[in-house]
């Protein structure tokens, strides 16, 4: 049976009949790719299928036209790769004694690493911290869902004693505090490192998204992720645990992965405009916050952002949350608050389908003043502003880059192994590399200034350019003490 599909399926081929058969995708990264019937019952859940209608860009698309490509296709690919990768691991190393279920779970994990994420991805995660619960992270709403998945969906049967809580510690969990199923994995600690690796970075997870992401962006993507697969090798290491390590000669392949990623938020995750548009439409969410209810499997209703506590009600949110807020109707019965918000929540969306954004006014590269939050700064300026633009009219955005370990060498947390001793793993050092690659600092801050109103615009360029005089000043007296 062929089914014509719009998308990341091009065409599905589904084999007969038979648990042991594959269904065959045309992935426009990857190619034709196989997952087991198994995970396609996991895929044609409505848990999964809600991932269709989130896209993997959020508002980058107004950006780049052609990032439309959702956070669907991205579960598919990082489950192919993390397939991919345990069978290389698999056939290359017998001696780890990776089996078919160590396979499946890590599989299902990829599959299920991003359904926590909200309408419009990151912004929505922004949303949440503002307006109800600060500490809110979507990778414990994947673990949460994924649990509900299970359980709404009947899949009990797929999973051996041990699994569903192994896979939920595969999506995210912090090491020392995992269990897995027996124990916490020893002597196979390593695949906590497929999916989501928090010691080094260096995962499927990624892999998938920088050559998604520069497909659908139009941007060269460097990173030969198939080679750096093919290269790993499973190592005991200076702590007595098993890690993936690396071949020397691939660390330059390594810092050109880091580089990709810097070249993905300076000029699509973090692009000036894309900041511009998700600003707006958290601000938009909020002001719509109490009014926008969702039914939660509770029966209850809840707001956009205390849906994050029934994950009936978060399960059912999408993109097409903007759509509502643009199409919410009023009436005589409503009260003037509500009125005052809800219009001003539809200006926002009427401006961003008109193009009339937030405007950036002003920036100011390499920032140090760590004690310095944005709010501050909004302060200051208004400040200096003498009155001729308030609080509402600015909004400051402290942007971050990194290499994706904060200040850190990402390199660091390597270990490394070499074609004469492929056996033995040695902690990464800076003479590996060429030093032409490898940067001086790998963090840098920038200011950005935005103006809500567009007839304040020049005043408040004036006010944030006589901010950046005295900061300096302050600066230069600092170092000249």
Known sequence: MKNMMNGLFSEIDVMDNDSSQSVTINDCVHGHIQLSRDLIKIVDTPQIQRLRDLKQLGLGSYVYPGATHTRFAHCIGVCHLAGTFM???????????????????????GLCHDLGHGPFSHMFEKAVKEGYKKDWKHEQASVTLFAKMV???????????GEINFIKELIHSEEGLRTGRNGGEENKEFLYEIVSNERTGLDVDKFDYFARDCHALGLSNMFDH?????????????????????????????????????????FAYKHSVVCALDKMVCDAFLLADEYLLTQGDDNEFYSLTKSVENMGAFGRLSDSVLHRIRDYQLSEEDDDQKKKKIKAAQLLVERIAKRRLYTLVHSVKNYKQEEMTGER?????VKLGDGEFEGKDIYVQI???????KRKNPLMGLYVYSKQNPDKAVPFDTNMVSHLLLPIIFSERIVRVYCKDKDKKEKMKKAAVEWEKQLL?????????
């Open 87 to 109: 069978w290389q691991l698999h056939n290359c190393q017998p001696e780890l004694k990776i089996t078919e279920r160590d396979i499946f779970c890590v599989q299902v994990a």
């Open 151 to 161: 359980e709404d969906n009947e899949l009990g049967d797929l999973f051996q004693e």
């Open 226 to 266: 198939k080679r750096f697969m093919l290269m790993a090798r499973v190592l005991r290491c200076e702590d007595n645990k098993l890690h993936i390590c690396h071949k020397d000669k691939e660390l330059e392949n390594l810092i050109v992965m880091f580089q990709t990623r810097f070249t993905l938020h300076m």
């Open 377 to 381: 700064i909004e302060e200051a300026i």
């Open 399 to 405: 942007a971050q880059f990194d290499f994706g370990m």
């Open 473 to 481: 000043k302050a600066t230069d007296a600092e170092q000249s003490k």
